[in-house]
């Protein structure tokens, strides 16, 4: 298997294929795809594909600006490590309630989206669930560790570190260009929104060099700059939740969007054969139940991260409104029973 084979295997895995250039009869004419995989950036497997028909010295410069932007965007969010040279999410964590921290400008701007997303999806996507969230990761890293000692987070502990999720606790300084959690309990995670808002500046950025035909595909949040040349659209394929290694529920047609999936299997532990996933409702502080999968499509990729994990913490009812709200944002919830639910703009995207 050559590599570009390899990447779309994988990237059959992460459970969003692009079905790309040259796979269909109907193609008049196709251009063979370029492109590369990542590994470094967001604890994931990413690919950057050009389906311009580019020259190799142009695919090499764009996709070089593209890794300078996620690369330093995966520094700056990183919660685990800390780098030399900046002070980033790992750092503000460490020094909460301590001195305001000096970071760089971007990551004030960032915070300042999360905190309007915050406002807007009532509190349902936060980057300040840190607190609850380090007790869900422990548990879930033990489980992963010795299965046969796996346990559930006490509910005294979890209401005690929901205390501290407030987004008043984080205090943000855009004269002096600093940042200060006010409260040394509490602590960012931008899990929900971080992978998203950074695929964005990526695509802005080709979109600045006048490049066209491109897909990004980082850790399977797929970002499509553009039409195939043809002006048609990327076959991009949602993963079945009951087996989503194997199978797709659906098969979307898009161009020139973002598209995003919030899963119930992308990350579990299990206790008692009942498996407790990733992502947590801020209002039980379990894993929310409402879904197996919530996909939205709409441009920005970093909204479309941000909602996706919002929406897959609500009532269909209560997403519907917020889709809603924002306009273009189409959504595919798929329930525990297989049954899926979409938009009507959703609709009109489904080939299957
Ligand atoms: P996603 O796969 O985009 O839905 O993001 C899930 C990740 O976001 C999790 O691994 C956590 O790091 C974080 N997370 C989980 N639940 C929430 C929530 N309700 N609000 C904000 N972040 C969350
Ligand atoms: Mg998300």
């Known amino acids: 298997m050559n590599w570009l084979k390899k990447g779309l295997f994988l990237f059959c895995l992460l459970g969003l294929l692009a079905s790309f250039a040259g796979c269909s009869q109907n193609e008049v004419k196709s251009t063979e795809p370029i492109g590369k995989a990542y590994f470094n950036w967001f604890d994931t497997v990413s690919y950057v594909y050009s389906y311009a028909g580019d020259p190799a010295e142009r695919f090499e410069e764009l996709s070089a600006g593209i890794s300078g932007i996620l690369t330093e965007y995966h520094r700056l969010f990183d919660i685990y490590h800390e780098y030399s040279g900046i002070n980033n999410l790992c750092t503000v964590n460490r020094l909460a309630g301590g001195e305001p921290v000096p970071v760089d400008p971007k990551l004030i701007e960032f915070l300042r989206y999360a905190e309007e997303l915050y406002g807007q999806t009532d509190g349902e996507m936060n980057i300040l669930l840190g607190s609850v969230l380090k007790i869900w990761h422990d ?53 929900a929104l971080g992978k998203g808002y950074a695929t964005e500046k990526a695509a802005q950025y080709l979109e600045e060099q006048g490049a066209g035909g491109y897909v990004l595909n980082i850790g399977g949040n797929i970002r499509i700059i553009g039409h195939k040349p043809d002006g048609g659209g990327w076959r991009t394929a949602v993963k079945d939740p009951e087996d989503p290694e194997g199978s797709y529920a659906a098969i979307l ?61 609500m009532s269909y009812e209560d997403g519907l409104a917020l889709a809603q709200q924002f306009g273009g944002v189409e959504v595919l919830w798929i329930e525990h029973d297989g049954t899926l639910r979409y938009t009507d703009g959703m609709e009109a995207l489904l080939t299957n």
Do not use: M
Not at 145 to 153: H, R
Not at 262 to 289: C, M
């Open 139 to 191: 548990h879930r890293t033990q489980a992963t560790e010795d299965p046969a000692a796996a346990s559930l987070p006490e509910q005294e502990t979890l209401l005690e570190a929901a205390r501290h999720l407030d987004f008043s606790l984080l205090e943000i300084d855009e004269e002096k260009g600093t940042i200060r959690l006010t409260d040394p309990d509490a602590a960012i995670d931008v899990g």
């Open 253 to 313: 047609d898009i161009a020139d969007t973002a598209c995003v999936t919030s899963g119930n299997y992308e990350r579990f532990f299990a206790v008692k054969g009942k498996q407790y996933h990733h992502i947590i409702d801020p209002d039980t502080l379990w894993p929310a139940e409402q879904f197996a999968s919530v996909t939205i499509i709409t441009r920005d990729s970093g909204l479309a991260d941000a909602l996706s994990t919002a929406l897959f913490c």
